[in-house]
């Protein structure tokens, strides 16, 4: 009855678990990094509303969510990449729009200029993948130490709304990243220094300004965990794109501003049907 496990495909050997509704063009959207996170945690607002009109497709992506771990699986970008283009094989799509938020964006940009014939679109929100200074902010969500209160410090810097930080949604989140294996696999992606997984992550100017696809970018203009610099850069660099910042929003973009969120990424696609 757990609404977070959905189906499951076999990519790269791996187990992956991902949520797949509606009908329409594919849409593959990307989590973000956060400690329990998982797709639905990450997409649950938005999903029912996108596959009204797309076929949305959410996976856990490698060390997330109840995607299958392996023991003692080095986590890189490469890895990553691969799951999905994997993913999308195993799923007989050969183009799909991509979503990322966060660490997901640094995935969105990395597939797109590796395997440019398989994106249509590209949404990129609170976005990963290009270089800047570690926030206090980011350090503290890697850095993350199973504990209630912890958790609860980690939801006050990601919301800029605070009424969304309910002690039930910061037990709910605690509970998810003690869950068996979840930490564990957490704990071995970003240890310290993490500027080093910042760097890791992201692409080079040449390789971004290389991206032709049309692509929306989105980030909240509050958002203490990654700079609203890295949309701006992102706008420049990518030639056929628009930003979209939101005031009074943190890192929380399609929870925050689940309507307006919606609404401009089923306009974005529409554009394109």
Not at 44 to 70: K, N, Q, W
Not at 85 to 103: C, K, R, Y
Not at 122 to 140: H, I, K, N, R, W
Not at 249 to 257: N, S
């Amino acid at each position: 009855m757990n609404p977070e496990i959905a189906s499951t495909v076999t990519v790269n050997g791996l187990k992956v678990n991902y949520h797949d509704l509606g009908t329409g063009f594919p849409v593959v959207m990307v989590h973000g990094s956060g400690p329990g996170v998982s797709a639905w945690a990450n997409w649950r607002l938005a999903m029912p509303h996108l596959s009204e009109t797309c076929r949305v497709i959410a996976p856990d992506m490698a060390g997330f969510g109840y995607t299958e771990r392996v023991p003692g699986q080095s986590y890189h970008l490469d890895l990553w990449v691969a799951q999905l283009i994997g993913l999308l094989d195993a799923l007989e799509i050969p183009e799909a729009h991509l979503v990322g938020n966060s660490f997901g964006g640094a995935l969105a940009l990395a597939l797109a200029i590796r395997h440019p014939e398989r994106v249509r679109r590209l949404v990129l929100m609170g976005s990963v993948g290009v270089p800047f200074q570690l926030t206090p902010g980011l350090d503290a969500v890697w850095g993350y130490a199973p504990s209630l209160a912890a958790m609860r410090s980690l939801l006050d810097i990601f919301a800029y709304d605070r009424r969304l930080v309910t002690d039930e949604l910061a037990q709910l989140r605690y509970e998810a990243s003690i869950r068996p294996g979840f930490q564990e696999s957490f704990a071995a992606m970003f240890p310290a220094p993490r500027q080093r997984w910042i760097d890791a992550l992201a692409s080079s100017e040449a390789d971004i300004r290389t991206i032709e696809h049309q692509t929306l970018i989105l980030h909240g203009r509050d958002d203490r965990v990654i700079p609203f610099g890295n949309a701006t850069t992102l706008h420049q660099w990518i030639k056929a794109s628009q930003l979209h910042g939101f005031g009074c929003c943190g890192h929380w973009v399609q929870i925050e501003q689940t309507r307006r969120f919606v609404r401009l990424l089923s306009d974005f696609f529409a554009e394109d049907a």
